[in-house]
């Protein structure tokens, strides 16, 4: 899958939405696994919008695992900030109701 692209008013209206959420997925040291990225599926696939903590202290390397997880799900990166990375896409259009 490749990641999604957002213009900078649509990536505003985002961060706005995703500042009340809580992180709803939780990376370890151990970086990603087939679990993880399966959480992650189901639950952008449930929010569309998600908040995801990244563990590591390492800034290249939280940022090297967000942009893999973005890359994996088909998700834009909305916002990093610090160990906290907000993604974003659209439900399937099954789903949308």
Known sequence: MT???LSTRER???KARAHALDPSLFLGKAGLS???????????TARELIKVK????????REATGAALAETTGAAIVARVGKVLILWRPRPAELAD
């Open 3 to 5: 990641a999604l692209s």
């Open 54 to 61: 990244i563990a590591d202290d390492d800034r290249e390397a």
């Open 12 to 14: 505003a209206a985002l």
């Open 34 to 44: 087939p679990a993880v990225i399966a959480e992650a599926e189901r639950v952008l």
